[in-house]
């Protein structure tokens, strides 16, 4: 499992942002930029299709008008603070909620500049049983080791660096949600939260009170933030597979694209078209937490992983794992790549290359009108857009990345940076259902 405390497995690309499209004529140099906040998905992927797992499947627009026509303001009360507070309230400068790599984030800043505050709710689903809707969430006698509902105060961060001096983990109160919407508003507040001050051990992630730390208390903290809807496709969505595609967002069919296994075999994507769920893993030969997601995946099929083995355990279930590059951040070979997977004890007809050295420009999705150009993961991006973003002048990618697909028609449905309440664990239970 991977957390927020730690910098994460990112792919470091040297890249500059490029026009692309109804781009404003310019391009603005960047450099890729890592933060406290990049997280990859590795906790529960490897345990697939969890009954009970749910998908939001309302319209965006129904759920947010219906919701704001029934909804009440919260009006707090006087706080209640110990007097084994250090620390009280929270003076929120700015607020969001995002998706990232899977996790649901809300997010507040005590300032736009170095060093600041953050205040976090992280929603970690799947085993964690992390929180998707509306509702009232204990947060007493948890730890971040385990907690799907973890709150936290982060002090002294650095934007540059992403480090921070000092953590504090509630492990006492409630957090209320009252809105989750898609296309709406995330708000709340917090119910006598008491947050220790802790160390996170960077491997469990286990959380340890500081002998004589401080106590930061967030009684009637009031929370809104704006929740985005998915930039998404599916205006001429075909039963079908499609050749050709009808495009490459969320919703749009899929076009067939070919890329070498390991053996130097061509492995088709519509080959699988009949199939229920087509699932892509994108990982690379430095990316210690990829490393530790296939370990955790090979572990739980018995020693070795196979497209029949996963298509045994969950019928109707096929998937390919993508490899980018090498130990070095170069294109691997095929040797290589028999090597990874042979190491790994996955069959090495399931790995596929991707990496173009000439690069290719793929849309962001924010800003809408620029592209970055990449090389590792270039055909399978190019055909399936991952919904990149940047920040501020940089984009951070991360591996392990995660792609879903509809096998029947080769349907996109799910990325890890799509946003929203669906999961990957929640999709892949949808789609082996139908």
């Given at each position: 499992m991977n957390r927020l405390t730690t910098l994460a497995c990112c792919l470091a690309l040297p890249v500059a942002l490029t026009t692309f499209a109804c781009g404003d004529g310019g391009s603005s140099s960047a450099d890729t930029q890592s933060t406290?906040?990049?997280?990859?998905?590795?906790?529960?992927?490897?345990?697939?299709?969890?009954?009970?797992?749910?998908?939001?499947?309302?319209?965006?627009?129904?759920?947010?008008?219906?919701?704001?026509?029934?909804?009440?303001?919260?009006?707090?009360?006087?706080?209640?603070?110990?007097?084994?507070?250090?620390?009280?309230?929270?003076?929120?400068?700015?607020?969001?909620?995002?998706?990232?790599?899977?996790?649901?984030?809300?997010?507040?800043?005590?300032?736009?500049?170095?060093?600041?505050?953050?205040?976090?709710?992280?929603?970690?689903?799947?085993?964690?049983?992390?929180?998707?809707?509306?509702?009232?969430?204990?947060?007493?006698?948890?730890?971040?080791?385990?907690?799907?509902?973890?709150?936290?105060?982060?002090?002294?961060?650095?934007?540059?660096?992403?480090?921070?001096?000092?953590?504090?983990?509630?492990?006492?109160?409630e957090l209320v949600i009252d809105r989750w919407e898609t296309g709406g508003k995330f708000s709340g507040h917090l119910q006598g939260v008491v947050l220790k001050e802790v160390t996170i051990d960077p491997t469990t992630y286990h959380s340890t009170p500081v002998a004589g730390g401080g106590e930061w208390c967030l009684d009637q903290y009031v929370f809104e933030a704006d929740v985005a809807a998915p930039v998404v496709g599916g205006g001429n969505t075909q039963p079908t597979c499609v050749e050709e595609g009808t495009g490459t967002l969320v919703n749009d069919n899929i076009a067939n694209f070919s890329l070498p296994n390991c053996y130097g075999e061509q492995v088709a994507l519509h080959d699988s078209c009949g199939k229920k769920a087509m699932w892509l893993i994108g990982t690379a030969g430095w990316c210690s937490a990829c490393h530790e997601l296939l370990t955790a995946m090979v572990a739980d099929y018995g020693g070795s992983l196979s497209r029949k083995k996963v298509n045994t355990r969950y019928p109707g279930l096929d998937l390919l794992i993508v490899l980018g590059e090498n130990q070095y951040g170069a294109n691997p070979s095929q040797a290589y790549c028999q090597a990874y997977a042979e190491d790994l004890d996955i069959d090495p007809a399931m790995v596929l290359i991707d990496n173009n050295p000439n690069t290719s420009d793929i849309p962001l999705i924010d800003p809408p009108g620029y592209a970055l150009p990449v090389e590792s993961f270039a055909t399978t991006w190019t055909n399936m857009n991952p919904y990149l973003v940047a920040e501020g002048d940089g984009v951070t990618v991360s591996t392990p990345w995660h792609m879903v697909l509809r096998a029947t028609n080769m349907e996109y449905m799910w990325t890890d940076n799509l946003g929203g309440a669906a999961t990957l664990e929640g999709t892949l239970n949808t789609l082996l259902s139908e």
């Amino acid at each position: 499992m991977n957390r927020l405390t730690t910098l994460a497995c990112c792919l470091a690309l040297p890249v500059a942002l490029t026009t692309f499209a109804c781009g404003d004529g310019g391009s603005s140099s960047a450099d890729t930029q890592s933060t406290a906040d990049v997280t990859e998905d590795t906790g529960s992927a490897a345990d697939t299709a969890v009954a009970g797992d749910d998908t939001a499947t309302t319209s965006t627009e129904d759920t947010a008008t219906s919701a704001d026509d029934t909804y009440q303001p919260y009006v707090p009360t006087e706080p209640s603070y110990a007097a084994t507070c250090t620390e009280k309230g929270f003076p929120t400068y700015a607020e969001q909620f995002s998706a990232q790599q899977g996790l649901q984030v809300y997010q507040a800043v005590t300032t736009n500049k170095d060093p600041y505050t953050v205040l976090s709710f992280e929603f970690y689903a799947g085993d964690y049983g992390g929180a998707s809707a509306p509702g009232t969430y204990d947060l007493s006698g948890s730890n971040y080791e385990t907690c799907g509902n973890c709150v936290l105060v982060r002090t002294g961060c650095n934007s540059a660096s992403g480090t921070c001096q000092k953590t504090y983990y509630a492990d006492a109160g409630e957090l209320v949600i009252d809105r989750w919407e898609t296309g709406g508003k995330f708000s709340g507040h917090l119910q006598g939260v008491v947050l220790k001050e802790v160390t996170i051990d960077p491997t469990t992630y286990h959380s340890t009170p500081v002998a004589g730390g401080g106590e930061w208390c967030l009684d009637q903290y009031v929370f809104e933030a704006d929740v985005a809807a998915p930039v998404v496709g599916g205006g001429n969505t075909q039963p079908t597979c499609v050749e050709e595609g009808t495009g490459t967002l969320v919703n749009d069919n899929i076009a067939n694209f070919s890329l070498p296994n390991c053996y130097g075999e061509q492995v088709a994507l519509h080959d699988s078209c009949g199939k229920k769920a087509m699932w892509l893993i994108g990982t690379a030969g430095w990316c210690s937490a990829c490393h530790e997601l296939l370990t955790a995946m090979v572990a739980d099929y018995g020693g070795s992983l196979s497209r029949k083995k996963v298509n045994t355990r969950y019928p109707g279930l096929d998937l390919l794992i993508v490899l980018g590059e090498n130990q070095y951040g170069a294109n691997p070979s095929q040797a290589y790549c028999q090597a990874y997977a042979e190491d790994l004890d996955i069959d090495p007809a399931m790995v596929l290359i991707d990496n173009n050295p000439n690069t290719s420009d793929i849309p962001l999705i924010d800003p809408p009108g620029y592209a970055l150009p990449v090389e590792s993961f270039a055909t399978t991006w190019t055909n399936m857009n991952p919904y990149l973003v940047a920040e501020g002048d940089g984009v951070t990618v991360s591996t392990p990345w995660h792609m879903v697909l509809r096998a029947t028609n080769m349907e996109y449905m799910w990325t890890d940076n799509l946003g929203g309440a669906a999961t990957l664990e929640g999709t892949l239970n949808t789609l082996l259902s139908e």
